[in-house]
């Protein structure tokens, strides 16, 4: 019975890995199934006055736009400005952040800058590179969540993989102390 029940457990553990390496989140029986999903991107912004991202000459009247220390147009930067801004309305949400390519770096539960709840990061490769999740926020009261100790603390099995999708190994957490390895 155990050993059915063990199987059971890794079984669905595997089909969830499955979904959500194939981006099916939304197939998954969740707390979180009514969260917006919203888009951040990992990218640095500058915007002013100036030669290069790092030199603003407060003097200089024409405004340029940068992401990554990249020139673009403003179009371009006000995209990757929304992704940032949206930090402010993740009350919470399903976060989705991208690189500068569109490419899926990480997907979680957060609020605003805060994790809460299931997270999963990815190689460039798009293979599932860790699995783990954060102490969740099950009270449904938000205020002060990172005083009353919530805030993206480790909590439960964190799995790490390599490129091949092997277990390379696994933690497990409590509270954001490691307890085993």
Not at 52 to 68: E, G, H, Q, W
Request: net charge positive.
């Amino acid at each position: 019975m155990r050993r059915q029940k063990t199987r059971l457990i890794l079984t669905t553990i595997m089909l969830g890995l499955h979904l959500i390496s194939r981006g099916q989140l939304d197939t998954i029986k969740s707390t979180y199934n009514n969260l917006d999903t919203l888009i951040f991107y990992n990218v640095g912004l500058a915007a002013g006055p100036g030669k290069d991202c790092n030199n603003f000459d407060l003097t200089k009247k024409t405004i340029k736009y940068y992401v990554d220390c990249k020139e673009v147009s403003q179009t371009e930067y006000l995209k990757f400005k929304k992704g940032k801004d949206n930090i402010a309305i993740c009350t919470p949400c399903v976060s989705k952040t991208l690189n500068k390519d569109g490419t899926l770096e990480s997907i979680g539960v957060m609020y605003t800058d805060c994790r809460v709840g299931f997270w999963v990061e990815y190689y460039s490769s798009k293979k599932v590179k860790v699995v783990g999740y954060y102490k969740e926020n099950d009270t449904g009261n938000w205020d002060n969540i990172w005083t009353r100790g919530y805030c993206s603390k480790k909590n439960g099995t964190w799995t790490y993989y390599d490129e091949d999708g092997k277990i390379t190994r696994q933690e497990i957490y409590k509270d954001g102390t490691i307890i085993n390895k």
